[in-house]
C-alpha cells in the first residue's frame, strides 16, 4: 500500500481504531524481533515496514490531541 492511500486510511480511523492498530503493530513487532533473532532474513523488510506504520498511528494520535486542547 502507499504511503498515501496508508495515511488516508488511518486518517480515516477513529481514536479507539487507532489504539487497536498501534497494539496489534507493536505485537507483530515483537514476533518479527524474535524471527529476526532467530535468522529469518525476510522479516528485516517487515520490520521497517511495521515501524513506519507505528510511527505514523503515533503522530496521527498526538496531533488529535494537540488539536483537541486547542
Not at 523488510?45 to 510511527?55: F, P, V, Y
Amino acid at each position: 500500500m502507499k504511503k498515501r492511500e496508508e495515511l488516508e486510511k488511518l486518517r480515516d480511523m477513529s481514536d479507539e481504531d487507532l489504539k487497536a492498530e498501534a497494539e496489534r503493530l507493536k505485537e507483530s513487532l515483537f514476533r518479527l524481533n524474535f524471527k529476526l533473532a532467530l535468522g529469518e532474513v525476510d522479516a528485516v523488510k517487515r520490520i521497517r515496514q511495521e515501524k513506519k506504520s507505528l510511527a505514523r498511528i503515533q503522530t496521527l494520535v498526538r496531533e488529535r490531541k494537540q488539536t483537541a486542547t486547542a
